[in-house]
């Protein structure tokens, strides 16, 4: 049973647990609630509780531990002798997965014709639809029998196994259902502990991603000095030829940077004014009716795939900018250049500033408005002097937030700059940002072993560290602002 089924399973024996406990429940003191410490329905969620958390707390446990088991038997499958004159572990476990596949597709004749030799084992293999990248050799047949044969005692041992603990639990939880039970107090336990669980979430993806980044990068930093990679001019990661020494190319990072902060800037001086005469707009001059209409519209802009903006940039914007701009001032002639990034990525970011704005805006007291008018200044005055200095910290909040995702962006920079590294003013050239090369540098099929594809997670966590200082930054002064009015 797949685990999707068995979760149903789980999830069917947890409702009817629910039913049982509230009958339980109910039966223990004749049908006088009044007896019940809790409410029968806390005494229905215990039972629902102990039937499926336990079961699926085992399920999570065997899926992560099930493979590694699988993946050493099979492994001590595999002779020393074969692993050193393929020096590739993992290249002979893909054929082996493949054997195993093949081998699950066989009917009994053909699989008895394969062990007494009658028949080859990769066109017999290949006829079922499966492709392998070697010849089979015994072991490989060897391995992808105990692989089969694990999986599936895994699959019948996972069943069962979770279902008796779901059945257990289950039949536990009816045994402790007592009129003086505190139900409530167990249940609200759990929930507190889900709760909590989920706002780790975030706090454990963040720690995953540095650590996923981390080791990475230091062993690039163990191969490429630190002081040539933050402060060289040159990106010129070219790979070192067979059986040369060194390290081949130069791993600049000030181009990228230059790239990146010249896009991103170009983006965040179209979408802030933008973004902020709208907010302003639609929080001080809007009737109700238009701006029922007018802030969802604004907002769609954001859930448009950033490919769409891309090709959006490529056929349209790109050849405006180079016909009517770039060309006749002799600045440049393609359609791919700094500029035509920028202006898509600001229309791209900007209801990440006129949303929030927006609300914050929205958000300044009355009070101050009403003073202020009530002094005589007029509506605009009162929007310059008054609204636009208390709503200012969440402004900035909103810009920096949008700042973060301007610099992170990339396919609207891969289709509308260009890949090239370049350090120059003149925005109608083509350059390129740090998530550009992060793409490229993990393309194709390489190994987490040389420079040139190393320097993508050196790229990665000095694109991290910064953006994710901007959302501390925005979010510490929104956070700061919202303390003071609300």
């Known amino acids: ?67 590694i088991v699988v993946d050493r038997a099979v492994t001590a499958q595999i002779p020393d002798e074969a692993i050193a004159a393929t020096g590739n572990l993992s290249l002979i476990n893909g054929v082996v997965r493949s054997v195993a596949e093949g081998l699950s597709r066989l009917s009994a004749t053909e699989r008895r014709d394969l062990d007494i ?71 609200e336990t759990v929930i507190r502990g889900v709760l909590l669980s989920a706002s780790m979430v975030a706090i454990l993806t963040t720690v995953g991603i540095v650590f996923s980044m981390l080791f990475e990068a230091l062993h690039f930093f163990s191969i490429v000095s630190p002081i040539n990679f933050f402060f060289g001019t040159v990106w010129d990661p070219r790979f070192a030829a067979a059986g040369s020494e060194g390290t081949a190319g130069q791993f600049g990072f000030l181009p990228l940077a230059w790239g990146t902060l010249y896009i991103s800037t170009i983006a965040l001086l179209i979408a802030v004014p933008i973004g902020l005469f709208a907010a302003i707009y639609m929080a001080e001059y809007a009737t109700a009716q238009v701006r029922a209409v007018a802030k969802p519209l604004l907002e769609v802009l954001a859930g448009i795939p950033t490919i769409v903006y891309g090709f959006f940039a490529l056929v349209t914007v790109g050849p405006m900018i180079r016909d009517w701009i770039a060309i006749p001032l002799g600045l440049g002639s393609s359609g791919n250049n700094v500029m035509t990034a920028g202006v898509v990525m600001g229309i791209m970011i900007i209801p ?12 300044v007291p009355n009070a101050m408005r009403d003073g ?10 009162t929007i310059k002097r008054v609204v636009l200095p208390a709503a200012l910290p969440g402004i900035v909040g909103s810009v920096l937030l949008a700042a973060s995702r301007a610099i992170g962006e990339t396919m609207i920079v891969v289709l509308a700059a260009g890949v090239a590294t370049n350090i120059s003013a003149n925005p109608f050239q083509e350059m390129t940002t740090i998530t550009v090369k992060i793409v490229s540098q993990l393309t194709g099929d390489l190994e987490f072993t040389s420079p040139q594809t190393l320097v993508a997670f050196a790229l990665g966590i000095t694109l991290f560290t910064v953006t994710l200082g901007l959302n501390i930054l925005a979010l510490h002064i929104v956070r700061k602002y919202r303390e003071q009015y609300e």
């Open 1 to 67: 049973m797949s685990p999707f089924w068995i979760i149903l399973a789980v999830l069917g024996i947890a409702i009817l647990g629910f039913v049982a406990g509230v009958a339980r429940a109910r039966a223990s003191v004749n049908g006088n609630l009044v007896k019940l410490h809790s409410r029968t329905g806390y005494y229905g969620s215990f039972v629902a509780i102990w039937a499926s958390l336990p079961a699926f707390l085992l399920l999570g446990v065997w899926l992560i531990v099930q493979p």
């Open 117 to 187: 030799g009658v028949v080859a084992a990769r066109p017999l293999i290949a006829s079922k639809g499966v492709a392998l990248a070697s010849d089979v050799e015994p072991y490989m047949i060897r391995a992808a029998d105990t692989l089969n044969r694990l999986q599936a005692a895994g699959v019948i041992g996972r069943t069962a196994l979770v279902l008796l603990v779901s059945v257990v639990g289950l039949g536990l939880a009816l045994l402790r259902i007592r009129p003086a039970q505190r139900a409530r107090n167990s249940v």
């Open 352 to 363: 990440f500033v006129s949303s929030l704005s927006d609300d914050i805006i929205t958000a």
């Open 372 to 381: 202020s008018l009530g002094l005589g200044a007029t509506k605009s005055e």
